[in-house]
C-alpha cells in the first residue's frame, strides 16, 4: 500500500553536506521524495516536534541541536513507506545498525544520528502537516 513518511537530515548531516548522499540512499531503497525543503527550525518548531520527549532529560539538549543548523524536511512515499524508511535509518544507535543503513554509514553518535523518521502512520500525518502545505507535496 503505498503511503507517506516524514523524514529529516539532522544538522549533523548538513553540517556535512551529506544531503544528496542520504537523499541517494532513500531513493535506492525504493522510496520517492515528494517534497523536500532546506529550514533552519525554530526554537518552536524543535520544542513542538518533540514535545513527547519534553520530560525527558535530553530535552534541552536535543532541542538545542536540532537548532544549531539547517535541516532538510522531506516528505517520501512507497509502499509501506513509514516501515520501509524506518528500516533504511538504520537503528538509533548507529553501533548497532544494519550495513548500507543510513545511520550505519552517516550517524555520528546516538544523538547525532543523522535522521528522523516518522514511527507510525498517524505520526507522519501530524509531522508533515507540521512543515508542509498540501500544495508543497507534488506526488
Do not use: C, W
Not at 50 to 65: A, C, S, T
Not at 66 to 86: C, F, H, T, W
Not at 99 to 112: F, H, N, P, Q
Amino acid at each position: 500500500m503505498t503511503e507517506r513518511t516524514f523524514s529529516i537530515i539532522k544538522p549533523d548531516a548538513t553540517r556535512r553536506n551529506l544531503t544528496g548522499k542520504v537523499n541517494a540512499v532513500i531513493e535506492d531503497a525504493g522510496l520517492r521524495i515528494v517534497a523536500q525543503k532546506r529550514i533552519r527550525m525554530t526554537r518552536q518548531q524543535a520544542e513542538q516536534f518533540y514535545d513527547v520527549h519534553k520530560e525527558r532529560p535530553f530535552f534541552g539538549e536535543l532541542v538545542d541541536f536540532m537548532i544549531s543548523e539547517p535541516v532538510v524536511v522531506q516528505v517520501l512515499e512507497g509502499d509501506n513507506a513509514v516501515a520501509k524508511y524506518r528500516e533504511v535509518m538504520g537503528a538509533t544507535n548507529p553501533a548497532q545498525a544494519a550495513d548500507g543503513t543510513i545511520r550505519k554509514l552517516y550517524a555520528e553518535s546516538v544523538g547525532e544520528n543523522s535522521v528522523h523518521g516518522s514511527d507510525s502512520q498517524d505520526n507522519a500525518k501530524i509531522e508533515i502537516a507540521q512543515f508542509f502545505t498540501d500544495a508543497e507535496i507534488v506526488g
